[in-house]
């Protein structure tokens, strides 16, 4: 049986929704450097991909302060 209260599955579930938005973001960056697209454009994806980065992290943190 989890320990996990309704609060951190809502945080885990949301956790692996900003994994899955990483991935995607990964692979269309990745996309665009192949297709020669402009800088802005992949400097936009590129600092959302940070801030998923960070989200994950603080969340991942979070998570784990609350199962001592």
Do not use: C, P, V
């Not at 309704?6 to 990964?26: C, P, T």
């Not at 400097?43 to 959302?48: A, D, E, M, Q, T």
């Amino acid at each position: 049986m989890s320990n996990f209260t309704s609060e951190q599955n809502k945080l885990a579930a949301h956790l692996q929704e900003l994994y899955r938005k990483h991935k995607l973001l990964d692979k269309e960056i990745e996309l665009m450097y192949s297709k020669y697209s402009d800088d802005l454009s992949i400097n936009k994806l590129k600092g959302l991909k940070l801030w998923y980065k960070d989200e994950i992290h603080r969340i991942e943190t979070e998570l784990m302060d609350k199962k001592i």
